[in-house]
């Protein structure tokens, strides 16, 4: 769900810095994309591979990897080149997908299957909403303080989704924000 919050903000930034910055010239959109896509993709074949269900460490892999996302981001920000940016923009996507596929596990696994499609389809709704907003947000945010102080904003927010969205824990047979 945070994801939504700051995602969309984050696709913004992807367009504006791909279609000049860094003389990636237009096909750096493209190319960003295709390259968030394939991080995104590794990010969630590493966490169904290694880590699958087991709670205790997909709670401890999704906060690892929303501060990596953070960390890679203000990299990928202080990026002057093209080389470091495409390697810190795939290490930030690869965490992205960590961070989706666990969150989506862990729904299945803690929410009642009587509960499971409302919960999901809920998640999903305010998902999309939320990167509506977002993206909105995004052009507003590189007008207003550029594309490198807007991705420093964007990798704070990474950091604090963590403390918002904290991890789940079943306590009494209910999702709620709790601790490792």
């Known amino acids: 769900m945070s994801w939504g919050i700051i995602g969309g903000s984050y696709?913004?930034?992807?367009?504006?810095?791909g279609a000049g910055a860094l003389s990636a010239n237009g096909t750096g959109i493209g190319f960003f994309y295709a390259l968030d896509g394939a991080g995104y993709m590794t990010g969630g074949g590493i966490a169904g591979r290694w880590l699958?269900?087991?709670d205790k460490m997909s709670r401890i892999a999704i906060m690892g990897?929303?501060?990596r996302q953070s960390l890679f981001l203000v990299f990928f920000a202080r990026s002057t080149q093209l080389d470091p940016?495409?390697?810190w923009l795939l290490?930030?996507?690869i965490a992205s997908g960590i961070v989706v596929t666990l969150d989506q596990v862990m729904l299945q696994v803690h929410v009642p299957?009587?509960?499971?499609?409302?919960?999901?389809?809920?998640?999903?709704?305010?998902y999309g909403i939320l990167m509506q907003i977002s993206y909105l947000f995004g052009g507003w945010g590189i007008r207003t303080f550029g594309d490198a102080g807007f991705q420093h904003i964007l990798s704070g927010s990474f950091r604090n989704c963590w403390t918002l969205g904290g991890p789940y824990n079943t306590e009494n047979g209910i999702i709620a924000r709790g601790h490792l």
């Not at 696709?11 to 810095?17: C, I, T």
């Not at 299957?113 to 305010?126: D, S, T, V």
């Open 113 to 126: 299957q009587a509960y499971q499609g409302r919960i999901i389809a809920l998640h999903g709704g305010l």
């Open 91 to 93: 290490l930030m996507r």
């Open 11 to 17: 696709y913004v930034l992807l367009s504006y810095v």
């Open 52 to 54: 699958g269900s087991h």
């Open 85 to 87: 940016a495409i390697f």
């Open 65 to 67: 990897a929303y501060g």
